[in-house]
T-cell receptor, first 116, second 111 residues
Framework: GAGVSQSPSNKVTEKGKDVELRCDPISGHTALYWYRQSLGQGLEFLIYFQGNSAPDKSGLPSDRFSAERTGGSVSTLTIQRTQQEDSAVYLC??????????????FGPGTRLTVL | DQQVKQNSPSLSVQEGRISILNCDYTNSMFDYFLWYKKYPAEGPTFLISISSIKDKNEDGRFTVFLNKSAKHLSLHIVPSQPGDSAVYFCAARLNTDKLIFGTGTRLQVFP
């Protein structure tokens, strides 16, 4: 079966523009996560969706960042008024896990965002 | 404040030898630890995990050791193979499904 897919694979934008990054999780996975990896840094948690519960947005770095998950499947991460420090690889992951379990998260290939 | 630390950004090991990747953490409430492996231009892939109630988990060439008193985690790969060359991330979970990752260690296995 297909893994987690993300689009676009690369995005170059100008400072101040809005961008949308898309994630298609593995079919049937109820949990979806967004992370980002800046140059020389580890993976930084951004947001977590689990089923119909309210998302855990505790990792979003500013109110310019938002994400939604439609129909419990596809998710879009939106960054408004992009800044150069937003440049990073944005990774999406999904898992079957109900809360509290330790099920594996499966990652997509990421979207490399470059803000000029 | 980095709760999960991988202090060695890189490691170089000869093929056939043991690779030991280290990870330190600060929060004693972490209940699960995982290692992920990442090749360039790909997302991380799960490698091996260990519950905080155990001190060792083995899967083929990969063994993870947990020393809770020292808040230290290590991944042993033996024998190392060139295909093991990748970036390895240590991750810890805190009672939710949110993982906190280290900064990664780049392993290079040379012939």
């Amino acid at each position: 079966g297909a893994g987690v897919s993300q689009s676009p694979s690369n995005k170059v934008t100008e400072k101040g523009k809005d961008v949308e990054l898309r994630c298609d999780p593995i079919s049937g996975h109820t949990a979806l996560y967004w992370y980002r990896q800046s140059l020389g840094q580890g993976l930084e948690f951004l947001i977590y969706f689990q089923g119909n519960s309210a998302p855990d947005k505790s990792g979003l770095p500013s109110d310019r960042f938002s994400a939604e998950r439609t129909g419990g499947s596809v998710s879009t991460l939106t960054i408004q008024r992009t800044q150069q420090e937003d440049s990073a690889v944005y990774l999406c992951a999904s898992s079957l896990a109900p809360p509290g379990s330790a099920d594996t998260q499966y990652f997509g290939p990421g979207t490399r965002l470059t803000v000029l | 404040d980095q709760q999960v630390k991988q202090n060695s950004p890189s490691l170089s090991v000869q093929e056939g030898r043991i690779s030991i990747l280290n990870c330190d953490y600060t929060n004693s409430m972490f209940d699960y630890f995982l290692w992920y492996k990442k090749y360039p231009a790909e997302g991380p892939t799960f490698l091996i995990s260990i519950s905080s109630i155990k001190d060792k988990n083995e899967d083929g060439r990969f063994t993870v050791f947990l020393n809770k008193s020292a808040k230290h985690l290590s991944l042993h790969i033996v024998p190392s193979q060139p295909g093991d060359s990748a970036v390895y991330f240590c991750a810890a979970r805190l009672n939710t499904d949110k993982l906190i990752f280290g900064t990664g260690t780049r392993l290079q296995v040379f012939p």
